[in-house]
């Protein structure tokens, strides 16, 4: 994100604010959208590729948001400006963090109640697999066949817990990928001058 702010600086010098802000805020849906493809097999570059999008993506978000609400500002009430300016992105900020928190929680709850739906003595292939363990830890270990049954059964409920923890990540995340694919539209609603100087500024 910081290598990104001076170019993004210039490019909003230059052009008109909005269509910064406009790709700042699809690389930020993709990014987020990228990441509720992952899994619990994600390698180091599935994760590294929606988070430089996504650095990038917030790199081209704040300058142009900063300039089209500050811009028309008179000099003497910029500081009263900023200071709200600031509150409100603080504030959105801190509702978004709570708000994805609830949702990742949720979901993780829903997908922990379907999958134990699952993990019954009715169910054959849950049935197979706690056998499976338990003849293995019996000859691995040296386990006693209750306490090695146990243990299988223990382990399939962890993976059964990342399972459905992972799931309410990927919610949550494609959720707010709507949610900012749907602001996009928002942008074009932005009004915006220019005075024969420079690159514009925002009416409000």
């Known amino acids: 994100t910081l290598l990104t702010l001076?170019?993004?600086?210039?490019?909003?010098?230059?052009?008109n604010p909005k269509y910064v802000l406009f790709f700042g805020i699809f690389s930020c849906a993709l990014a987020t959208y990228m990441m509720s493809k992952f899994?619990?097999?994600?390698?180091?570059?599935?994760?590294?590729i929606p988070r430089m999008v996504?650095?990038?993506?917030?790199?081209?978000?704040?300058?142009?948001?900063t300039n089209l609400t500050l811009s028309y500002i008179p000099k003497p009430l910029m500081?009263?400006?900023?200071?709200?300016?600031?509150f409100l992105r603080n504030l959105g900020g801190s509702f978004g963090?709570?708000?994805a928190t609830t949702m990742m929680t949720r979901r993780s709850q829903f997908h922990h109640l379907r999958l134990s739906e699952h993990m019954t003595p009715f169910n054959e292939v849950f049935r197979q697999?706690?056998?499976k363990i338990r003849l293995f830890l019996m000859g691995k270990a040296g386990l006693p066949p209750s306490l090695a049954e146990y243990a299988?059964?223990?382990?399939?409920?962890?993976e059964m817990l990342r399972q459905s923890t992972m799931k309410g990540f990927n919610d949550a995340f494609f959720l707010l990928s709507i949610y900012m694919f749907c602001v996009l539209g928002l942008v074009f609603f932005l009004k915006y001058r220019s005075n024969g100087e420079g690159p514009g500024v925002a009416v409000h």
């Open 152 to 158: 299988g059964m223990k382990g399939i409920y962890g």
């Open 79 to 86: 500081g009263d400006a900023t200071a709200i300016y600031n």
């Open 129 to 131: 697999s706690v056998e």
């Open 6 to 15: 001076p170019i993004v600086g210039r490019i909003t010098d230059k052009y």
């Open 39 to 48: 899994t619990l097999q994600a390698d180091f570059f599935s994760i590294l």
């Open 54 to 65: 996504l650095g990038l993506g917030m790199g081209a978000l704040f300058i142009p948001l």
């Open 97 to 99: 963090i709570a708000f």
